[in-house]
């Protein structure tokens, strides 16, 4: 099932700290999981956390593996060992420094140069509720920070400056009264 994706400033589940995961390996979570992916590949993401579908849960799950659109006919599916589910994620380490261009599902439309860490380590849980740790440089570094933001209802657009991040409010405001933002 594809579900929607909330849109900044339409939903404050954007803006919570997420409640972590306390049941695992249920057919509700793999089911969740799932439908995380279909939802992200269809929105042509690479990241996707809970609360941007409206569900309040420490859950994110990635695959830069179909960034660009570089493989077309991956599009939409992904290959099953480039996904990656974190559950109750939090980074351990932090290394070096980057600045990359990011946009996000919840904001589409605007991209804008963020720095992050270069490379870190994740602890987190998968599916079955086992913990794994996991290390991560450049892209996807960044897509893990800033899902792992997600959770904690930090959004890309925090890391900005005051006006850019006004000057984005402002736009985004318009497109709402015109009903371009839903
Ligand atoms: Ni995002």
């Given at each position: 099932m594809i579900y929607k994706v909330v849109r900044y400033l339409n939903n404050p589940i954007l803006e919570r700290v997420a409640d972590p995961v306390t049941e695992f390996?249920?057919?509700?979570l793999h089911q969740l999981v799932e439908d995380m992916f279909e939802t992200m590949y269809s929105s042509r993401g690479i990241g996707l956390a809970a609360p941007q579908i409206?569900?309040?849960?420490?859950?994110?799950?990635?695959?830069?593996?179909v960034a660009d659109g570089d493989d077309e006919d991956e599009a939409g599916k992904g290959n099953p060992e480039d996904r990656i589910?974190?559950?109750?994620p939090r980074i351990t380490s932090k290394d070096g420094r980057v600045s990359g261009e990011e946009g996000c599902l919840s904001i589409p439309g605007f991209r804008e140069p963020v720095s992050r860490a270069k490379k870190i380590v994740v602890?987190?849980?998968?599916?079955?509720?086992?913990?794994?740790?996991?290390?991560?440089?450049?892209?996807?570094?960044?897509?893990?920070?800033?899902e792992i933001?997600?959770?904690?209802?930090?959004?890309f657009i925090n890391h900005l400056s005051s006006l850019k991040r006004d000057l984005i409010?402002?736009?985004?405001r318009k497109m709402m009264k015109?009903?371009?933002w839903e």
């Open positions: 390996d249920t057919p509700e409206d569900v309040n849960m420490r859950l994110a799950v990635a695959d830069i593996s589910v974190l559950i109750n602890r987190a849980q998968d599916v079955r509720g086992d913990a794994f740790e996991i290390e991560a440089e450049d892209l996807l570094a960044r897509v893990f920070q800033h933001d997600h959770l904690n209802g930090v959004l409010r402002r736009k985004i015109a009903g371009e």
